[in-house]
């Protein structure tokens, strides 16, 4: 009889669930596993032979066995495979179709039939919630670090017989409920950096509220000295906290692909990636042998990717990133298929305005030819520069009095929040959830301007020869400013300041 159990697999980001199929049937004693497994998995049919002899339940070897992971196209990999096999198979022996309800099974088998926790719970656990299966079998050493996914029920097995009486009826597991542990969140470390310890650059620091609040890329330019890097390095300062599914989201990604440790704490903060100048294609965007693994654009998803000194990057690396700005999202394709992973960041950028650092600067001499500048520009490209929101202009002059009012951290994030708090009441019913994610079709409906702000619009990027993603971008961060102003309507003042962060200094520089 065939019998079937499921199991799965994560494809990129996401789980696929896996139907594995077993059969029984006069012939040569044989186990076969089929459906793309990879050695891992096929090497799990000596391992399970093994468990169910050492558990001491009866079993006739003696047939041929196929064992079918379905869909066949695509590739498995990992141990966990082990235990949804084996109860396959004495399901089948016992005339048992399949469990009743939505059930997932992972688990891999000792040789004396104990079940040991497998890597990659957590992620396949969150993964398969997003599909909307809520019952999971797994090994009882990995319910510590699942139990704080909230809406689950999980089965915890210590050995094979366990998991065998369950499927057959004979005992009962109850279930653990998944719950939302606030204190699993870890302890908060204080921040070691304030923006009050930056003093003079109060307009600065209100271009990365504007930033921050709508989820706009910014780019910092500017002399050597002139606080690009101390700049963006707080801006994890302000970077509101994460809600509980961008906190799985986020844990889901860092636990799949390289923090293999089992515990109850979730990381809690942004992701704040800053990669150096000589990182690889395949480093930031995704890529490497086997199956592709998430580059820095992947890792620092709901967070912040800062590119310091972005002119010395690879150009070829830097224009890839357009794709993935524009879909928030990053497809790698190889000769086994395709695979998606999610890249929804604040592009934070920092660019001197030429090789030696000083063109402009009226404290130092530029020693750098024409050519030399234009070519140094010419490795960020003009699409690229379109596609930040906010271009901050930065000099060695500190703007503003030393001894007058210092924004903070603190008070800039409340600011942040309130905007945040915003969006998201307006956006409630949308796909979206900040500013900057904005298609034509929605600004249209949330981004109206009244006559006299629409000419003055108008009038501004006919002056300033901005292309139609610049005037999109001018009206999104317009938005935001309003946010922070808590006005619904667009108005005059609130696209004046958006033109202001988009104006930059070196537009007009010619040979």
């Known amino acids: 009889m065939v019998s079937f159990i499921h199991s799965c697999t994560m494809s990129g980001a996401e789980a696929e669930i896996i139907r594995v199929e077993c059969d029984m049937a006069p012939g040569l004693p044989v186990i076969s596993v089929v459906g793309l497994p990879d050695a891992v998995v096929k090497e799990s049919k000596e391992r399970l032979r093994s468990a169910i002899i050492n558990s001491g339940i009866e079993f006739p070897w003696n047939r041929r066995i196929t064992i079918n992971l379905s869909p066949a196209g695509t590739r498995k990999e990992g141990t966990h495979f082990d235990l949804p096999m084996a109860l396959g198979l004495m399901m089948s022996e016992y005339g048992i179709r399949s469990v009743s309800g939505e059930m997932v099974v992972i688990g891999e088998l000792s040789l004396d039939g104990s079940i040991i926790p497998v890597d990659k719970a957590f992620p396949l656990c969150v993964a398969v919630r997003e599909k909307g299966i809520k019952k999971v079998m797994l090994p009882a050493g990995n319910l510590n670090e699942t139990i704080i996914i909230e809406g689950m029920e999980f089965y915890p097995v210590e050995d094979f017989v366990q998991a065998h009486d369950f499927i057959i009826g004979k005992t009962v597991i109850e279930p653990v409920e998944g719950r939302r542990c606030e204190e699993t969140a870890g302890i908060q470390k204080e921040n070691d950096v304030d923006f009050y310890e930056v003093t003079g650059r109060e307009y600065e620091k209100r271009a990365i509220e504007i930033s921050v609040g709508g989820f706009h890329h910014i780019m910092f330019s500017g002399p050597p000295g002139s606080g690009k890097s101390m700049m963006a390095k707080r801006i994890p300062t302000v970077l509101p906290e994460m809600t509980y599914e961008e906190m799985l989201e986020v844990n889901k990604l860092y636990r799949l692909f390289g923090n293999p440790d089992r515990n109850d704490r979730l990381l809690h903060k942004r992701p704040f990636r800053a990669p150096g100048g000589n990182v690889s294609m395949s480093a930031l965007l995704g890529g490497g042998n086997g199956i592709p693994r998430p580059g820095e654009i992947t890792l620092a998803h709901n967070g912040v990717l800062f590119l310091d000194e972005m002119p010395e990057f690879r150009r070829d690396v830097i224009e890839a990133l357009r794709q993935p700005l524009e879909d928030e999202y990053i497809t790698i394709s190889r000769a086994g298929g395709k695979i998606t992973y ?52 930065l000099s060695n002059e500190c703007e503003g009095e030393r001894n007058g009012r210092i924004i903070s951290s603190g008070e800039m994030k409340r600011n942040i929040c309130k905007a945040r708090k915003i969006q998201n009441e307006r956006y409630r019913k949308e796909t979206i959830r900040f500013n900057s994610q904005l298609s034509g079709r929605m600004m249209k409906k949330y981004c109206n301007l009244k006559r006299e702000a629409a000419d003055f619009y108008r009038e501004g990027c006919e002056k300033l020869g901005v292309s139609r993603r610049g005037e999109d971008k001018i009206l999104k961060v317009a938005r935001t400013v309003a946010d922070m102003a808590e006005c619904e309507d667009i108005e005059i003042i609130h696209l004046a300041e958006a033109f202001q962060f988009r104006k930059r200094k070196d537009d007009s520089f010619e040979i």
């Open 342 to 393: 999610p890249c929804k960041f604040i592009l934070v950028g920092a660019r001197n305005p030429c090789p030696c650092g000083y063109y402009g600067d009226v404290t130092h001499k530029c020693t750098c030819t024409c050519m030399q500048i234009k070519r140094y520009r010419e490795r960020i490209s003009g699409p690229i520069m379109d596609r930040f929101d906010i271009v901050l202009e």
